[in-house]
């Protein structure tokens, strides 16, 4: 059975970076299609990040494009979230998730995708 762990998470000044792993276990890593999903205080969670199973393909969320670079090692059986230039509105707690289905609106909408992390949290100050 798959397994995804997240790591990376912490406490951060507004302007500075963190990197987020995702390390994945249990099966064909570059069988999957990889995201990353963030849950603000009192929000639903959403939509930030995908990435194609080679790492050629990504897409973003409009208000981290530019600021956060999502990256794959499938060496590593890793996924990474590079976040530069955060700002307090990206405090949350982040998750990676996996599916073996391709299409950016499936992973967008986030309803049946198949694996989840149990998340880490990301706290940025002002």
């Known amino acids: 059975q798959v397994q995804l762990v997240e790591s990376g998470g912490g406490l951060v000044q507004a302007g500075g970076s963190l990197r987020l792993s995702c390390a994945v276990s249990?099966?064909?890593?570059?069988?999957?299609?990889m995201g990353w999903f963030r849950q603000a205080p009192g929000k639903e969670r959403t939509f930030v990040a995908y990435?194609?199973?080679?790492?050629?393909?990504?897409y973003y969320e409009d208000s981290v494009k530019g600021r956060f670079t999502i990256s794959r090692d499938n060496a590593k059986n890793t996924v990474y979230l590079q976040m530069n230039s955060l700002k307090p509105e990206d405090t949350a707690v982040y998750y990676c998730?996996?599916?073996?289905?391709?299409?950016?609106?499936?992973?967008?909408?986030?309803?049946?995708?198949?694996?989840w992390g149990q998340g880490t949290l990301v706290t940025v100050s002002s």
């Open positions: 998730a996996a599916d073996r289905t391709e299409g950016i609106a499936r992973m967008r909408a986030g309803r049946y995708l198949e694996v």
């Open positions: 249990g099966h064909t890593f570059s069988s999957y299609f």
């Open positions: 990435i194609s199973r080679s790492g050629a393909g990504t």
